[in-house]
């Protein structure tokens, strides 16, 4: 049924959608090529950053092309990355990889450990200061249609009864129109999902692959802190029920990031991937440098893997894809961000071009060819074959093929083959009749947190009387379905305790805790039946991630 809510329209030349560092970086772009230029920036988070969680790492390559005076300007990049180390982990010990025998393109020289969230906050300094208009607090709920060209999108809706009904203090939001619309929305956002399907942009594209992130800050003894130090690691405690790994980087303040990815093609529903990020601290290596520390924060948020081949295309009627709204992490380098920089610059340069030309609502075509051919497409397609060989033939073969690959492309700018990445994440699952329960230790409270407790470090917040923002498409599937053939795999994929399976044989029903939602969008690629639907709740809502 279509809405007849009447709301009060906007226009704007060019309408964002996230105030991420893709989306931060198109609005700079824009002004930075014409100060007359009316750009908008929408953000659902209660502040620019709340919602930014990243390792993180970052090249500064994108910053370089759209900001060179970056270090003038006062960026929040102080902490120089100053000793980079990997290990293959056994559940006792551990073997180092020597840094000769990674390619070139692993070397995180010239590197920073960052918060992306106070990246992001500086950059909104920088947008607004040039005349960028930015409203955080303002989910973005619909699209905005004129014939078949997206036209803008409804923000700032409030209100709504749980029932979806509008309650006494209903605000219907208003509509923000622009010659182009651009969706930096991260991982799986919403809105992206439904322009990838309607456009049909991934038709030539691979299916798309996605990681878990989880991630928390911890403050240790300063005798063990060692700014700028950088480690990762592979192997234990996943061992052959999931690929994955982990990253270990020492900011300033004696403050040390510990996250821990899995892959979410995962065979056996039993798999815990919280559960397995709560183990891995207890390993001899980690346990000594947290031992007498504190965990501050945590938080988890789904990752793009699929790379290269699964790149759909990233323009359509009347806007663009940009960075993680596509997929442009490097998985080997868990590196995304320096790519959503220079997605945000292209798309506005094209942008840009187009408005000049008295365009408006096109395809830019441009924005695509450039990032394919440009330098985000050189970094994906150079590591294309790893992330598919380790999901498809095991970690080994991802060191040794996908290593070779990367270095032979390194080297020559070429490799002979692009693997396939073969079923999605959520086909991946197997029934739980093929696989056997996983016996994970108690968390002991000291190294290792309940899902709840650790929730309660994210900082989130939902306004209960709103509907959930978690959608079945059947209702019935969870327990009918879900529970009986995949032994109810949402009750351990989610890292935040929201769903539940309550009761006990035909009493059994399935519980959504929405308020304990991270915004991660797990569930919606996990579920083996796809019948989770996520969509933003009201603005502000959600973590509030202090400098993720």
């Not at 049924?1 to 709301?7: A, G, I, P, V, Y």
């Amino acid at each position: 049924m279509t809405d007849q809510t009447e709301r009060e329209a906007m226009e704007y030349d060019v309408v964002i959608v996230g105030a991420g560092p893709a989306g931060l970086s198109a609005a700079i772009r824009l002004k930075q090529l014409d100060p007359e230029r009316s750009v908008v920036v929408l953000e659902k988070g209660s502040e620019v950053g709340a919602h930014i969680l990243s390792g993180a790492v970052l090249d500064p390559v994108g910053l370089d092309a759209l900001m060179p005076d970056w270090k003038e300007k006062g960026a929040p990049l102080d902490v120089p990355v100053t000793s980079d180390s990997f290990y293959v982990l056994g559940e006792e010990g551990r073997v180092r990889v020597p840094n000769a025998a990674m390619p070139p393109l692993m070397n995180n020289h010239g590197n920073y450990v960052v918060s992306m969230g106070n990246v992001c906050r500086w950059m909104a300094e920088q947008a607004e200061a040039l005349g960028v208009e930015i409203f955080p607090g303002m989910a973005c709920s619909e699209l905005v249609y004129d014939g078949d060209r997206v036209k803008g999108v409804v923000a700032g809706e409030f209100g709504l009864n749980p029932d979806g009904t509008k309650g006494d203090g209903y605000e219907p939001g208003m509509e923000l129109h622009g010659k182009y619309v651009m969706l930096g929305e991260g991982v799986r956002g919403s809105l992206s999902k439904q322009v990838i399907e309607r456009f049909d942009l991934a038709a030539d594209a691979d299916v798309q692959k996605y990681g878990l992130g989880m991630k928390e800050i911890w403050e240790i003894d300063p005798e063990k802190h060692r700014p700028g130090k950088v480690v990762h690691t592979m192997g234990w405690p996943l061992g052959k029920n999931a690929g994955g790994g982990s990253f270990i980087y020492h900011l300033d303040n004696n403050q040390v990031y510990v996250g821990f990815v899995v892959h979410l093609n995962y065979k056996n529903p039993y798999v815990f991937p919280y559960m397995e990020f709560q183990r891995f601290k207890h390993h001899p290596m980690v346990a000594e440098l947290l031992e007498g520390g504190k965990r501050v924060a945590y938080g988890a948020r789904a990752i793009t893997e699929g790379g290269w081949q699964s790149l759909p295309k990233t323009a359509f009627p009347g806007g663009a894809l940009l960075g993680c709204a596509a997929g442009m992490v490097n998985v080997p380098r868990i590196k995304g961000n320096h790519n959503a920089m220079l997605s945000g610059k292209a798309a506005a340069e094209a942008a840009h071009e187009a408005i000049l030309a008295g365009r408006e609502g096109d395809t830019l075509d441009a924005y695509d060819a450039e990032v394919r051919s440009g330098p985000i497409g050189k970094d994906l397609k150079r590591v294309r074959n790893v992330k598919p060989l380790w999901s498809n033939y095991g970690l080994t073969a991802s060191l040794t093929v996908g290593g070779a690959s990367m270095w032979l492309n390194n080297l020559t700018g070429w490799s002979p083959f692009t693997q396939a990445h073969g079923k999605s994440d959520a086909e991946s699952t197997e029934p739980a009749s093929k696989h056997k329960p996983i016996d994970y230790p108690k968390p002991d409270g000291k190294l290792s947190f309940d899902r709840l407790t650790n929730v309660a470090f994210s900082f989130t917040n939902h306004e209960e009387s709103q509907p959930a923002h978690l959608k079945l498409k059947d209702p019935s599937i969870p327990v009918d379905v879900n529970l009986p053939t995949y032994a109810g795999p949402s009750a351990r994929y989610c890292p935040a305790g929201v769903y539940e399976f309550v009761g006990e044989g035909d009493d059994t029903r399935f519980q959504i805790n929405f308020q304990n939602c991270v915004h991660c969008k797990t569930c919606d690629i996990k579920d083996p039946s796809q019948n989770i639907v996520w969509t933003t709740p009201q603005g502000g809502d959600g973590p509030n991630y202090p400098n993720m």
